[in-house]
Protein backbone atom coordinates (compact mmCIF):
# COMPACT_ATOMS: atom_id res chain seq x y z
CA UNK A 1 0.00 0.00 0.00
CA UNK A 2 1.59 3.13 -1.04
CA UNK A 3 1.68 6.75 1.40
CA UNK A 4 -0.60 8.12 -1.28
CA UNK A 5 -4.19 7.36 -3.20
CA UNK A 6 -3.67 8.95 -6.37
CA UNK A 7 0.14 9.14 -6.91
CA UNK A 8 3.36 7.16 -5.40
CA UNK A 9 6.17 8.90 -4.11
CA UNK A 10 9.71 8.16 -6.27
CA UNK A 11 13.02 8.93 -5.68
CA UNK A 12 16.10 8.31 -7.88
CA UNK A 13 19.80 7.78 -6.53
CA UNK A 14 22.66 8.40 -9.26
CA UNK A 15 25.13 5.85 -9.77
CA UNK A 16 27.54 8.22 -7.98
CA UNK A 17 25.40 8.75 -4.95
CA UNK A 18 24.89 4.81 -4.82
CA UNK A 19 28.39 4.08 -4.84
CA UNK A 20 29.76 6.00 -1.64
CA UNK A 21 26.54 4.95 0.33
CA UNK A 22 27.33 3.34 3.60
CA UNK A 23 24.74 0.40 5.01
CA UNK A 24 24.36 3.14 8.51
CA UNK A 25 24.44 6.13 6.07
CA UNK A 26 21.48 4.97 3.58
CA UNK A 27 19.21 3.82 6.60
CA UNK A 28 20.09 7.18 7.89
CA UNK A 29 19.12 8.53 4.42
CA UNK A 30 15.95 6.24 4.26
CA UNK A 31 14.28 7.52 7.69
CA UNK A 32 14.83 11.45 6.79
CA UNK A 33 12.96 10.70 3.38
CA UNK A 34 10.19 8.38 4.83
CA UNK A 35 9.69 10.89 7.61
CA UNK A 36 9.03 13.65 5.57
CA UNK A 37 7.47 12.38 1.92
CA UNK A 38 7.07 9.23 2.22
CA UNK A 39 8.85 6.84 -0.08
CA UNK A 40 7.08 4.34 -2.44
CA UNK A 41 9.59 3.78 -4.79
CA UNK A 42 13.36 4.06 -5.85
CA UNK A 43 15.06 3.88 -9.11
CA UNK A 44 18.84 2.68 -8.58
CA UNK A 45 21.15 3.55 -11.33
CA UNK A 46 23.98 1.19 -12.44
CA UNK A 47 25.97 3.71 -14.53
CA UNK A 48 26.57 7.29 -14.86
CA UNK A 49 29.53 9.01 -16.16
CA UNK A 50 32.58 6.75 -14.80
CA UNK A 51 30.92 5.08 -12.01
CA UNK A 52 29.44 1.71 -12.16
CA UNK A 53 27.97 0.43 -9.22
CA UNK A 54 29.70 -3.24 -8.03
CA UNK A 55 27.09 -5.99 -7.69
CA UNK A 56 27.61 -6.07 -3.84
CA UNK A 57 26.68 -2.38 -3.64
CA UNK A 58 23.35 -2.56 -5.40
CA UNK A 59 21.92 -5.72 -3.49
CA UNK A 60 22.63 -4.35 0.10
CA UNK A 61 20.58 -1.02 -1.42
CA UNK A 62 18.29 -3.41 -3.02
CA UNK A 63 17.20 -5.54 -0.12
CA UNK A 64 17.91 -2.76 2.40
CA UNK A 65 14.91 -0.90 0.43
CA UNK A 66 12.68 -4.38 -0.23
CA UNK A 67 12.88 -4.77 3.59
CA UNK A 68 10.95 -1.82 4.21
CA UNK A 69 8.58 -2.44 1.38
CA UNK A 70 9.85 -0.08 -1.22
CA UNK A 71 10.08 -1.10 -4.98
CA UNK A 72 13.36 -1.31 -6.53
CA UNK A 73 13.99 -0.12 -10.21
CA UNK A 74 17.06 -0.02 -12.28
CA UNK A 75 18.61 3.62 -13.79
CA UNK A 76 21.25 4.29 -16.45
CA UNK A 77 22.43 7.75 -17.58
CA UNK A 78 23.88 7.12 -20.95
CA UNK A 79 26.80 9.63 -20.11
CA UNK A 80 30.57 7.70 -20.01
CA UNK A 81 33.90 9.55 -19.43
CA UNK A 82 36.84 8.60 -21.92
CA UNK A 83 38.07 4.99 -21.60
CA UNK A 84 40.56 3.06 -23.08
CA UNK A 85 39.78 1.85 -26.54
CA UNK A 86 37.00 4.78 -27.23
CA UNK A 87 37.88 7.20 -29.97
CA UNK A 88 39.76 9.82 -28.13
CA UNK A 89 38.79 14.29 -28.97
CA UNK A 90 35.25 13.49 -29.24
CA UNK A 91 33.70 17.11 -28.17
CA UNK A 92 30.43 15.96 -26.42
CA UNK A 93 28.37 18.46 -24.73
CA UNK A 94 27.64 16.60 -21.08
CA UNK A 95 29.59 13.63 -21.89
CA UNK A 96 26.65 11.88 -23.66
CA UNK A 97 27.64 8.66 -26.00
CA UNK A 98 28.84 9.22 -29.60
CA UNK A 99 27.08 6.42 -31.10
CA UNK A 100 28.61 5.91 -33.57
CA UNK A 101 31.92 4.93 -32.06
CA UNK A 102 31.91 0.84 -31.78
CA UNK A 103 33.95 0.78 -28.10
CA UNK A 104 31.30 2.86 -26.54
CA UNK A 105 28.07 1.04 -28.71
CA UNK A 106 29.80 -2.19 -27.18
CA UNK A 107 29.95 -0.19 -23.28
CA UNK A 108 26.26 0.99 -23.41
CA UNK A 109 25.50 -3.01 -24.83
CA UNK A 110 27.34 -4.20 -21.88
CA UNK A 111 25.59 -1.33 -19.17
CA UNK A 112 22.25 -2.61 -20.58
CA UNK A 113 22.98 -6.01 -20.09
CA UNK A 114 24.41 -6.04 -16.60
CA UNK A 115 21.26 -3.44 -15.51
CA UNK A 116 18.91 -6.34 -16.63
CA UNK A 117 20.35 -8.95 -14.31
CA UNK A 118 19.18 -6.99 -11.30
CA UNK A 119 16.30 -5.22 -12.62
CA UNK A 120 12.93 -6.01 -13.63
CA UNK A 121 12.64 -2.61 -14.69
CA UNK A 122 14.41 0.07 -15.87
CA UNK A 123 14.44 3.91 -16.77
CA UNK A 124 17.06 6.20 -19.21
CA UNK A 125 17.75 9.34 -17.69
CA UNK A 126 16.74 12.15 -19.83
CA UNK A 127 21.27 12.02 -21.06
CA UNK A 128 19.61 9.93 -23.87
CA UNK A 129 20.09 12.10 -26.63
CA UNK A 130 23.30 12.30 -29.08
CA UNK A 131 25.20 16.08 -29.77
CA UNK A 132 28.03 14.33 -31.30
CA UNK A 133 29.74 16.14 -34.82
CA UNK A 134 32.98 13.88 -34.42
CA UNK A 135 34.59 13.33 -37.82
CA UNK A 136 33.17 9.45 -37.52
CA UNK A 137 29.46 10.80 -37.04
CA UNK A 138 30.23 13.73 -40.16
CA UNK A 139 31.34 10.93 -41.83
CA UNK A 140 27.91 8.31 -41.48
CA UNK A 141 26.01 11.49 -41.22
CA UNK A 142 26.69 11.21 -45.12
CA UNK A 143 24.14 14.14 -47.04
CA UNK A 144 21.82 13.63 -44.73
CA UNK A 145 20.68 16.49 -41.97
CA UNK A 146 21.20 16.44 -38.82
CA UNK A 147 18.45 16.13 -37.41
CA UNK A 148 17.76 13.00 -39.95
CA UNK A 149 20.82 11.11 -38.96
CA UNK A 150 20.46 11.34 -35.51
CA UNK A 151 16.85 10.26 -35.44
CA UNK A 152 17.64 7.54 -37.73
CA UNK A 153 20.83 6.26 -35.50
CA UNK A 154 18.79 6.89 -31.95
CA UNK A 155 16.17 4.27 -33.37
CA UNK A 156 19.05 1.90 -34.64
CA UNK A 157 20.18 2.02 -30.66
CA UNK A 158 17.14 2.15 -29.25
CA UNK A 159 16.39 -1.14 -30.47
CA UNK A 160 19.71 -2.57 -31.19
CA UNK A 161 22.13 -1.72 -28.09
CA UNK A 162 19.45 -0.86 -25.29
CA UNK A 163 16.31 -2.90 -25.81
CA UNK A 164 17.20 -6.12 -26.95
CA UNK A 165 19.61 -6.79 -25.09
CA UNK A 166 18.15 -5.92 -21.94
CA UNK A 167 15.47 -8.75 -22.90
CA UNK A 168 17.67 -11.01 -23.84
CA UNK A 169 19.26 -10.95 -20.06
CA UNK A 170 15.58 -10.58 -18.45
CA UNK A 171 13.10 -11.13 -20.96
CA UNK A 172 9.83 -9.47 -18.62
CA UNK A 173 12.34 -6.30 -17.84
CA UNK A 174 10.39 -2.74 -18.58
CA UNK A 175 12.27 -0.56 -20.53
CA UNK A 176 11.23 3.43 -19.98
CA UNK A 177 12.64 6.12 -21.87
CA UNK A 178 12.09 9.55 -20.02
CA UNK A 179 12.25 12.56 -21.97
CA UNK A 180 13.07 15.61 -20.89
CA UNK A 181 11.66 19.40 -20.69
CA UNK A 182 13.38 20.83 -23.41
CA UNK A 183 10.62 19.09 -25.73
CA UNK A 184 10.82 21.58 -28.74
CA UNK A 185 14.26 20.35 -29.09
CA UNK A 186 13.56 16.63 -29.23
CA UNK A 187 14.41 16.00 -32.67
CA UNK A 188 17.49 18.06 -33.00
CA UNK A 189 19.26 15.74 -30.66
CA UNK A 190 17.85 12.44 -31.92
CA UNK A 191 14.91 11.85 -29.26
CA UNK A 192 12.29 10.22 -31.72
CA UNK A 193 8.92 9.59 -29.46
CA UNK A 194 6.78 8.61 -32.25
CA UNK A 195 9.64 5.90 -33.47
CA UNK A 196 10.01 5.06 -29.57
CA UNK A 197 6.81 4.41 -28.39
CA UNK A 198 6.82 1.21 -30.39
CA UNK A 199 10.31 0.27 -29.30
CA UNK A 200 10.44 0.98 -25.11
CA UNK A 201 7.37 -0.53 -22.71
CA UNK A 202 6.80 3.42 -21.37
CA UNK A 203 7.77 6.68 -21.17
CA UNK A 204 8.40 9.21 -17.92
CA UNK A 205 8.56 13.21 -18.26
CA UNK A 206 10.99 15.53 -16.81
CA UNK A 207 8.42 18.51 -15.05
CA UNK A 208 11.42 20.43 -13.74
CA UNK A 209 11.11 24.56 -14.44
CA UNK A 210 13.14 25.48 -11.41
CA UNK A 211 13.00 29.25 -11.26
CA UNK A 212 11.85 30.62 -14.97
CA UNK A 213 12.78 33.94 -14.94
CA UNK A 214 16.39 33.00 -14.21
CA UNK A 215 17.41 29.62 -15.83
CA UNK A 216 18.32 29.18 -18.98
CA UNK A 217 15.50 27.23 -20.50
CA UNK A 218 12.72 29.78 -19.58
CA UNK A 219 10.21 27.49 -19.40
CA UNK A 220 7.24 28.48 -17.95
CA UNK A 221 5.57 26.80 -14.54
CA UNK A 222 2.68 25.05 -17.00
CA UNK A 223 4.99 23.18 -17.89
CA UNK A 224 4.94 20.90 -15.04
CA UNK A 225 1.13 20.44 -16.01
CA UNK A 226 1.45 20.60 -19.85
CA UNK A 227 4.39 18.27 -20.62
CA UNK A 228 2.65 15.52 -18.62
CA UNK A 229 -0.90 15.99 -20.56
CA UNK A 230 1.59 15.81 -23.76
CA UNK A 231 3.04 12.46 -23.39
CA UNK A 232 -0.01 10.76 -22.35
CA UNK A 233 -1.63 11.60 -25.26
CA UNK A 234 1.31 10.63 -27.00
CA UNK A 235 1.71 7.46 -25.21
CA UNK A 236 -1.65 6.79 -24.37
CA UNK A 237 -1.72 4.70 -20.32
CA UNK A 238 2.05 4.58 -20.95
CA UNK A 239 3.15 7.83 -19.07
CA UNK A 240 4.30 6.47 -16.01
CA UNK A 241 5.32 9.56 -13.99
CA UNK A 242 6.63 13.23 -14.04
CA UNK A 243 10.26 14.19 -12.66
CA UNK A 244 11.80 17.61 -11.06
CA UNK A 245 14.25 18.37 -8.54
CA UNK A 246 15.44 21.34 -6.25
CA UNK A 247 17.87 23.18 -8.69
CA UNK A 248 17.23 26.69 -9.11
CA UNK A 249 14.03 27.00 -7.25
CA UNK A 250 14.17 30.18 -5.24
CA UNK A 251 11.92 30.45 -3.50
CA UNK A 252 10.67 27.27 -2.13
CA UNK A 253 7.18 27.68 -3.97
CA UNK A 254 9.16 27.25 -7.03
CA UNK A 255 10.18 23.61 -6.02
CA UNK A 256 6.06 23.04 -4.31
CA UNK A 257 4.91 24.54 -7.63
CA UNK A 258 6.07 21.33 -10.11
CA UNK A 259 4.92 18.57 -7.65
CA UNK A 260 1.61 19.97 -7.66
CA UNK A 261 1.07 20.74 -11.87
CA UNK A 262 2.82 17.22 -11.97
CA UNK A 263 -0.07 15.74 -9.86
CA UNK A 264 -2.63 17.59 -11.28
CA UNK A 265 -2.02 16.34 -14.49
CA UNK A 266 -2.66 12.99 -12.60
CA UNK A 267 1.01 11.62 -13.65
CA UNK A 268 1.33 8.03 -11.92
CA UNK A 269 4.32 9.02 -10.00
CA UNK A 270 6.08 11.74 -8.60
CA UNK A 271 9.93 11.06 -9.07
CA UNK A 272 12.36 13.38 -6.20
CA UNK A 273 15.60 13.73 -8.10
CA UNK A 274 17.75 13.01 -6.71
CA UNK A 275 18.69 11.09 -3.21
CA UNK A 276 21.59 13.12 -1.57
CA UNK A 277 20.01 16.54 -2.46
CA UNK A 278 17.16 15.60 -0.11
CA UNK A 279 18.51 14.49 2.69
CA UNK A 280 18.77 17.90 5.68
CA UNK A 281 16.98 19.79 2.95
CA UNK A 282 14.83 22.45 4.16
CA UNK A 283 12.49 21.95 0.84
CA UNK A 284 11.18 18.12 1.96
CA UNK A 285 9.47 19.28 4.90
CA UNK A 286 6.96 21.52 3.37
CA UNK A 287 6.51 18.95 0.26
CA UNK A 288 5.35 15.97 2.62
CA UNK A 289 2.54 18.50 4.20
CA UNK A 290 1.89 19.62 0.62
CA UNK A 291 1.64 16.23 -0.77
CA UNK A 292 -1.45 15.03 1.84
CA UNK A 293 -3.32 17.95 0.77
CA UNK A 294 -2.85 17.43 -3.20
CA UNK A 295 -3.76 13.77 -2.65
CA UNK A 296 -6.85 14.82 -0.53
CA UNK A 297 -7.52 17.03 -3.59
CA UNK A 298 -7.31 14.82 -6.17
CA UNK A 299 -9.74 12.35 -4.75
CA UNK A 300 -12.17 11.49 -7.31
CA UNK A 301 -11.76 14.18 -9.64
CA UNK A 302 -12.23 12.51 -13.01
CA UNK A 303 -9.53 13.31 -16.48
CA UNK A 304 -8.15 15.97 -17.04
CA UNK A 305 -9.28 18.20 -20.37
CA UNK A 306 -9.03 21.58 -21.93
CA UNK A 307 -8.51 23.24 -25.17
CA UNK A 308 -6.50 21.19 -27.65
CA UNK A 309 -3.10 22.44 -28.52
CA UNK A 310 -1.98 20.36 -31.99
CA UNK A 311 1.65 20.09 -31.37
CA UNK A 312 3.16 17.72 -33.77
CA UNK A 313 5.60 15.61 -32.95
CA UNK A 314 9.74 17.11 -34.06
CA UNK A 315 8.47 21.10 -34.26
CA UNK A 316 9.57 23.62 -33.06
CA UNK A 317 8.20 27.44 -32.86
CA UNK A 318 6.77 29.75 -30.40
CA UNK A 319 7.93 27.48 -28.25
CA UNK A 320 5.72 27.20 -25.18
CA UNK A 321 3.42 29.91 -26.00
CA UNK A 322 0.44 27.88 -25.07
CA UNK A 323 1.91 26.71 -21.30
CA UNK A 324 2.12 30.88 -21.04
CA UNK A 325 -1.94 30.78 -22.13
CA UNK A 326 -1.93 28.25 -19.67
CA UNK A 327 -0.59 30.54 -16.90
CA UNK A 328 -3.40 33.12 -18.03
CA UNK A 329 -5.85 30.49 -17.07
CA UNK A 330 -6.74 28.61 -20.07
CA UNK A 331 -7.00 25.39 -19.39
CA UNK A 332 -4.56 23.30 -21.99
CA UNK A 333 -4.63 19.98 -23.93
CA UNK A 334 -1.87 19.67 -25.98
CA UNK A 335 -1.12 16.91 -28.38
CA UNK A 336 0.77 15.26 -31.32
CA UNK A 337 -2.24 14.00 -33.09
CA UNK A 338 -4.36 16.55 -34.93
CA UNK A 339 -7.40 16.80 -32.89
CA UNK A 340 -10.65 16.86 -35.47
CA UNK A 341 -13.14 16.17 -33.50
CA UNK A 342 -12.97 18.47 -31.36
CA UNK A 343 -15.28 21.86 -31.00
CA UNK A 344 -12.32 24.05 -30.63
CA UNK A 345 -8.52 24.35 -31.11
CA UNK A 346 -5.16 26.13 -30.45
CA UNK A 347 -2.51 26.15 -33.19
CA UNK A 348 0.51 28.08 -33.03
CA UNK A 349 3.89 28.19 -35.29
CA UNK A 350 4.80 24.58 -33.69
CA UNK A 351 1.77 23.22 -35.97
CA UNK A 352 3.37 24.44 -39.03
CA UNK A 353 5.86 21.29 -38.92
CA UNK A 354 3.04 19.29 -40.49
CA UNK A 355 3.33 19.27 -43.86
CA UNK A 356 -0.32 19.02 -44.36
CA UNK A 357 -1.29 21.25 -41.48
CA UNK A 358 -3.80 23.64 -44.26
CA UNK A 359 -5.64 20.72 -45.57
CA UNK A 360 -6.43 19.37 -42.18
CA UNK A 361 -7.25 23.55 -40.94
CA UNK A 362 -9.48 23.80 -43.76
CA UNK A 363 -11.36 20.60 -43.72
CA UNK A 364 -11.77 21.08 -39.48
CA UNK A 365 -13.28 24.88 -40.13
CA UNK A 366 -15.52 24.33 -43.20
CA UNK A 367 -17.12 21.59 -40.90
CA UNK A 368 -17.79 23.84 -38.48
CA UNK A 369 -14.66 24.04 -36.44
CA UNK A 370 -13.02 27.09 -34.41
CA UNK A 371 -9.69 27.43 -35.01
CA UNK A 372 -7.54 30.04 -33.43
CA UNK A 373 -4.09 30.35 -35.44
CA UNK A 374 -1.23 32.30 -33.81
CA UNK A 375 0.33 35.22 -36.07
CA UNK A 376 3.60 32.91 -35.51
CA UNK A 377 1.41 30.61 -37.44
CA UNK A 378 -0.01 32.94 -39.47
CA UNK A 379 3.18 34.13 -40.64
CA UNK A 380 4.81 31.20 -41.92
CA UNK A 381 1.26 30.02 -43.68
CA UNK A 382 0.41 33.75 -45.07
CA UNK A 383 -0.27 32.59 -48.76
CA UNK A 384 -1.16 29.25 -48.34
CA UNK A 385 -3.83 29.97 -46.01
CA UNK A 386 -5.19 32.83 -48.49
CA UNK A 387 -4.93 30.26 -51.30
CA UNK A 388 -7.33 28.02 -49.27
CA UNK A 389 -9.59 30.69 -48.96
CA UNK A 390 -9.53 30.74 -45.07
CA UNK A 391 -8.19 34.85 -44.81
CA UNK A 392 -7.77 37.60 -46.75
CA UNK A 393 -5.31 39.34 -44.02
CA UNK A 394 -1.96 39.95 -44.43
CA UNK A 395 0.79 40.55 -42.40
CA UNK A 396 2.57 44.19 -42.60
CA UNK A 397 6.19 42.69 -41.39
CA UNK A 398 5.87 46.20 -39.28
CA UNK A 399 5.60 45.80 -35.63
CA UNK A 400 3.02 48.58 -33.82
CA UNK A 401 3.52 49.53 -30.51
CA UNK A 402 0.01 49.15 -28.27
CA UNK A 403 -0.99 51.21 -25.22
CA UNK A 404 -4.92 51.24 -25.82
CA UNK A 405 -7.06 48.40 -26.22
CA UNK A 406 -10.71 48.13 -27.45
CA UNK A 407 -13.08 45.08 -27.31
CA UNK A 408 -14.89 45.67 -30.56
CA UNK A 409 -18.55 44.12 -29.00
CA UNK A 410 -18.28 46.57 -25.81
CA UNK A 411 -18.68 50.48 -26.32
CA UNK A 412 -16.80 50.75 -22.94
CA UNK A 413 -14.46 47.81 -23.62
CA UNK A 414 -11.21 50.37 -23.49
CA UNK A 415 -8.01 49.56 -21.63
CA UNK A 416 -5.23 51.51 -21.69
CA UNK A 417 -1.95 50.12 -20.73
CA UNK A 418 1.20 52.82 -20.27
CA UNK A 419 4.12 50.64 -20.98
CA UNK A 420 3.60 49.93 -24.97
CA UNK A 421 3.79 46.74 -26.17
CA UNK A 422 5.09 45.58 -29.21
CA UNK A 423 2.28 43.21 -31.90
CA UNK A 424 2.72 42.61 -35.30
CA UNK A 425 0.72 44.34 -37.89
CA UNK A 426 -2.49 42.96 -39.46
CA UNK A 427 -4.17 44.31 -42.22
CA UNK A 428 -7.71 42.88 -43.27
CA UNK A 429 -10.82 43.27 -45.85
CA UNK A 430 -13.35 45.36 -43.97
CA UNK A 431 -16.32 43.39 -43.36
CA UNK A 432 -15.05 40.55 -45.11
CA UNK A 433 -13.63 39.71 -41.52
CA UNK A 434 -13.89 41.22 -38.23
CA UNK A 435 -11.40 42.41 -35.50
CA UNK A 436 -12.61 41.96 -32.35
CA UNK A 437 -9.91 43.21 -30.64
CA UNK A 438 -8.02 46.27 -31.54
CA UNK A 439 -4.72 47.56 -29.93
CA UNK A 440 -2.99 51.03 -30.89
CA UNK A 441 -1.48 54.25 -29.58
CA UNK A 442 -2.21 57.74 -30.70
CA UNK A 443 -4.89 57.86 -32.95
CA UNK A 444 -4.66 55.09 -35.18
CA UNK A 445 -5.00 50.73 -33.96
CA UNK A 446 -4.51 47.53 -35.95
CA UNK A 447 -6.52 44.19 -35.58
CA UNK A 448 -5.51 41.80 -32.56
CA UNK A 449 -8.10 38.89 -32.45
CA UNK A 450 -9.81 38.82 -35.97
CA UNK A 451 -12.40 36.49 -37.22
CA UNK A 452 -13.78 34.90 -39.95
CA UNK A 453 -16.36 32.72 -41.02
CA UNK A 454 -15.45 29.70 -43.45
CA UNK A 455 -18.38 26.95 -43.68
CA UNK A 456 -20.00 26.00 -41.00
CA UNK A 457 -16.69 26.88 -38.86
CA UNK A 458 -15.07 29.57 -38.12
CA UNK A 459 -11.11 31.05 -38.03
CA UNK A 460 -9.54 33.50 -35.62
CA UNK A 461 -6.03 35.12 -35.73
CA UNK A 462 -4.95 35.91 -32.56
CA UNK A 463 -1.68 38.94 -32.89
CA UNK A 464 0.99 37.92 -30.13
CA UNK A 465 3.15 40.70 -28.73
CA UNK A 466 6.83 40.47 -29.36
CA UNK A 467 7.97 38.77 -26.46
CA UNK A 468 5.95 36.42 -25.72
CA UNK A 469 5.72 36.79 -22.03
CA UNK A 470 3.92 40.20 -22.78
CA UNK A 471 0.79 38.45 -22.64
CA UNK A 472 0.97 38.87 -19.11
CA UNK A 473 1.16 42.59 -18.91
CA UNK A 474 -2.13 42.58 -21.22
CA UNK A 475 -5.28 43.91 -19.68
CA UNK A 476 -7.43 40.88 -18.47
CA UNK A 477 -10.47 42.03 -20.80
CA UNK A 478 -8.41 41.60 -24.22
CA UNK A 479 -6.33 38.67 -23.44
CA UNK A 480 -10.42 37.35 -22.60
CA UNK A 481 -11.37 37.94 -25.88
CA UNK A 482 -9.31 34.67 -26.90
CA UNK A 483 -10.52 32.69 -24.32
CA UNK A 484 -13.82 33.08 -25.49
CA UNK A 485 -12.59 32.21 -28.78
CA UNK A 486 -10.93 28.92 -27.51
CA UNK A 487 -13.63 28.38 -24.58
CA UNK A 488 -16.89 29.65 -25.32
CA UNK A 489 -18.91 30.83 -22.75
CA UNK A 490 -17.08 28.91 -20.13
CA UNK A 491 -13.80 30.06 -19.19
CA UNK A 492 -12.09 32.00 -16.38
CA UNK A 493 -10.66 35.67 -16.44
CA UNK A 494 -7.21 36.39 -15.12
CA UNK A 495 -4.01 36.17 -14.68
CA UNK A 496 -0.48 34.67 -12.75
CA UNK A 497 -2.87 31.65 -12.40
CA UNK A 498 -4.26 28.62 -14.16
CA UNK A 499 -7.75 26.64 -13.71
CA UNK A 500 -7.34 22.77 -14.20
CA UNK A 501 -10.50 21.13 -15.52
CA UNK A 502 -11.97 17.90 -15.53
CA UNK A 503 -14.53 15.70 -17.18
CA UNK A 504 -16.38 15.53 -13.43
CA UNK A 505 -16.92 19.37 -14.08
CA UNK A 506 -14.03 20.01 -11.37
CA UNK A 507 -12.33 22.87 -11.43
CA UNK A 508 -8.71 23.62 -9.90
CA UNK A 509 -7.86 26.75 -9.88
CA UNK A 510 -4.37 27.78 -8.21
CA UNK A 511 -2.84 31.25 -7.94
CA UNK A 512 1.14 31.68 -8.63
CA UNK A 513 3.86 33.20 -6.14
CA UNK A 514 5.35 35.68 -8.54
CA UNK A 515 7.26 38.80 -6.94
CA UNK A 516 3.57 40.28 -7.22
CA UNK A 517 2.48 38.29 -3.93
CA UNK A 518 -1.01 39.66 -3.40
CA UNK A 519 -4.30 37.80 -3.72
CA UNK A 520 -6.62 38.71 -6.73
CA UNK A 521 -10.24 38.04 -8.17
CA UNK A 522 -10.59 35.60 -10.89
CA UNK A 523 -13.66 35.41 -12.18
CA UNK A 524 -15.56 32.17 -14.06
CA UNK A 525 -17.60 32.07 -16.48
CA UNK A 526 -20.19 29.72 -17.64
CA UNK A 527 -23.12 29.55 -20.66
CA UNK A 528 -25.50 28.32 -18.04
CA UNK A 529 -27.78 30.25 -16.58
CA UNK A 530 -28.80 29.92 -12.82
CA UNK A 531 -25.98 28.31 -11.78
CA UNK A 532 -24.13 28.76 -9.20
CA UNK A 533 -20.50 27.82 -8.18
CA UNK A 534 -19.26 25.67 -4.99
CA UNK A 535 -16.79 25.29 -3.35
CA UNK A 536 -15.71 21.75 -2.92
CA UNK A 537 -13.95 22.17 -0.09
CA UNK A 538 -15.24 24.56 2.22
CA UNK A 539 -19.25 23.64 0.86
CA UNK A 540 -19.27 27.92 0.25
CA UNK A 541 -21.58 28.88 -2.90
CA UNK A 542 -20.21 31.99 -4.06
CA UNK A 543 -22.28 34.87 -5.39
CA UNK A 544 -23.49 34.40 -8.48
CA UNK A 545 -24.47 37.16 -11.41
CA UNK A 546 -26.27 36.59 -14.53
CA UNK A 547 -24.45 38.19 -17.44
CA UNK A 548 -25.39 39.63 -21.34
CA UNK A 549 -22.98 40.35 -23.68
CA UNK A 550 -22.64 40.61 -27.77
CA UNK A 551 -20.02 39.13 -29.57
CA UNK A 552 -19.52 36.93 -32.84
CA UNK A 553 -22.82 38.45 -34.20
CA UNK A 554 -25.10 37.38 -31.41
CA UNK A 555 -26.25 37.64 -28.10
CA UNK A 556 -24.32 35.71 -25.52
CA UNK A 557 -25.03 35.35 -21.65
CA UNK A 558 -24.97 33.09 -18.61
CA UNK A 559 -23.59 33.48 -15.08
CA UNK A 560 -20.58 34.63 -13.50
CA UNK A 561 -19.15 34.43 -10.46
CA UNK A 562 -15.75 35.95 -8.40
CA UNK A 563 -13.24 34.20 -6.36
CA UNK A 564 -10.34 35.36 -4.40
CA UNK A 565 -7.20 33.47 -4.90
CA UNK A 566 -4.44 33.68 -2.36
CA UNK A 567 -1.19 32.77 -3.61
CA UNK A 568 0.55 29.60 -3.11
CA UNK A 569 -3.40 28.27 -2.56
CA UNK A 570 -5.42 25.99 -3.82
CA UNK A 571 -9.27 26.09 -4.38
CA UNK A 572 -11.56 23.76 -5.72
CA UNK A 573 -14.88 24.67 -7.22
CA UNK A 574 -17.64 23.51 -9.60
CA UNK A 575 -20.49 24.75 -10.87
CA UNK A 576 -24.16 23.62 -9.91
Not at 264 to 279: P, Y
Not at 353 to 372: F, T, W
Not at 428 to 455: E, K, P
Not at 558 to 574: E, N, R, S
Amino acid sequence: MGHYKNFRTVVYIPAEVADRLTEAKFASDWAWIEKYVGLDKVYLETHRGGVDVGAQKLRMIKDFLESKGVEVSGGITTTIDDFEGAEPGKQRLFGTFCYTDPAMRKRLREIAEYTAGFFDEIILDDFYFTNCTCERCIREKGERDWVTFRRELMREVSEDLVVKPAKAVNPKVKMVIKYPNWRESYHFAGYVPEVQRDIFDATYTGTETRSPQYTDQHLPEYLSYSLVRYMENAWPGRNGGGWFDTYACWSVDRYLEQAYLTAFAQAKELMHFQWSDLIENPLLAPMGLQLTKIDELMEGIGRPCGVPVYVPFASSGENHLEMRFGMLGLPIEPTPFFPSEVKSMLLTESALADGNIIDKLEAYVREGGSAVITSGFFRGAEEKLRAAGLTEARLTGRSIPVTRYQVTSDYAGFAEHRKPLYFPEIIHGTNDSWSLLNGGDGDTHSALVLRRAYGKGRMYIAAIPDGDSGLYEMPKAAVDVIKRALAGGDYFSGRNFSAFTYDSGRILLYRYVKSDLRPDRVSLYTERKGAVLVNDLTGERYPSREVRRWEDFRVGGGTTADVMLQPGMFTKVHWE
